[in-house]
């Protein structure tokens, strides 16, 4: 079946540090890999995504590759801010109508 | 941008109530889904939509039906509001059927059942 796995939170840095959290995943077939963030109060934001083994996700200086042979897509931040503070969701489609597996959420607290 | 607007932010509703929570997406996406999250379960499936008319059942269909009678609205339906139907409930949209369309949502409605 497909599933998701992402580390448990919160993980709490400082401003500037440099994050990472993992996700791995467990799927048949080939399918797509997904980073959504939510901020508090509100709903889930596409982040990145990737569609094919080694592609490479990014936006807002957060990266994730696809890597097949680790069934891994850990998501990856150089320097973050306190507005990075949020809940970030790891997530992979099946190609059964669009079905989405979601990670329990990793809950990211950036301080001053 | 995707828009997918869900009706009501914030609803308090009484225990054996019938609830009715509205979505509509404005970019003509075939699938629609409702998700409910709750603390230390994430996301999970209640039910979603391919088609207009078309349904199928989520992780945890019980207690709850959906309606989407237009392609750009798809409602969910809580037949009679229990106390531990109290949730935030996402509602998303994605296009098309090939696997790797994200899926778009909305801000969610935080329902209290008293």
């Known amino acids: 079946g497909n599933s998701v796995t992402q580390m448990e939170g919160p993980v709490t840095l400082s401003e500037e540090a440099f994050l990472t959290i993992n996700c791995t995943y467990t799927a048949t077939g080939y399918p797509s890999l997904f980073w959504y963030v939510q901020y508090p109060g509100e709903g889930l934001q596409l982040l990145l995504k990737a569609t094919k083994a080694d592609d490479k996700g990014s936006n807002k200086g957060f990266e994730a590759t696809y890597r097949k042979e680790t069934t891994s897509f850990h998501l990856e931040k150089g320097s973050v801010q306190v507005s990075d503070s949020a809940v970030y969701f790891c997530a992979l489609t099946s190609y059964n109508f669009n079905k989405f597996y979601f990670g329990s959420g990793t809950k990211l607290n950036v301080k001053p | 941008d995707v828009k997918v607007t869900q009706s009501s932010r914030y609803l308090v509703k009484r225990t054996g109530e019938k609830v009715f929570l509205e979505c509509v997406q404005d970019m003509d996406h075939e699938n629609m889904f409702w998700y409910r999250q709750d603390p230390g379960l994430g996301l999970r499936l209640i039910y979603f939509?391919?088609?207009?008319?078309?349904?199928e059942k989520g992780d945890i269909p019980e207690g709850y039906s959906v309606s989407r009678e237009k392609k750009e609205r798809f409602s969910l339906i809580l037949e009679s509001a229990s106390t531990n139907q109290t949730s935030m409930y996402l509602c998303?949209?994605?296009?098309?059927?090939?696997?790797?369309?994200?899926?778009?949502f909305g801000d969610g409605t935080r329902l209290s059942i008293l």
């Open positions: 998303a949209s994605s296009l098309g059927a090939n696997g790797n369309q994200p899926q778009h």
């Open positions: 939509s391919y088609d207009v008319k078309m349904k």
